[in-house]
């Protein structure tokens, strides 16, 4: 196995581990958070090496700032599939009704328990429960995530257009111009 890929495997091993003595919300607050960093390590991870843009659209107010932003654009670029998409935003549900309830809230909930019974990727153990369904999900999810990152190169950087030593694209942008009705264009 090479050695990205085995300290990935370490790092979630040891993650997997902290969630075991956690309450249900703790575990529920802490995946959710850990599946979100992750995503935003991938976008961080392919997107142009600029890192002033890159801040400014991961960080919290930024086009990609919350879970469910990049839930999407990482189903829209292709980066997870549909059904991952569908369970990632499942997961953000389950943590927000833990994050939103302020009394005493567990697994078997009868709204946390729906939504861990719609759960695509924790399905293989008949009797684990709705919190061995959910860190069941959350795992499968990750490695979905972790593998795409590894497997996924940075976007490069597209080089400038320069128009003003172009005649060509001088003469289109003078006929565009004209076309808009704006008159001649400024030299």
Known sequence: MPEPIQSQVRQVHDFRATLTPESDRGCALMAAAYLDDHLKILFDHILVDDRKYRKRVLD????????SARIDMAYLLGMIPKNAQSDLHRLRN??????????PITFEDPTIASLCGQLMFGVSHVGIGMR???????????????????????YERATDVDLT???????????????????????
């Open 94 to 103: 389950i943590r927000n009704q833990f994050a939103h309830v302020a009394g």
């Open 132 to 154: 061995g369904r959910f860190t069941r999900s959350m795992m499968g999810l990750l490695w979905v995530i972790i593998m795409k990152r590894v497997r996924t190169v940075r």
């Open 165 to 187: 030593g172009s005649r060509v694209a001088r003469e289109q942008v003078e006929r565009i111009w004209a076309d808009l009705g704006w008159g001649e264009l400024p030299k």
């Open 60 to 67: 919290m107010n930024g086009a990609l700032g919350t879970f």
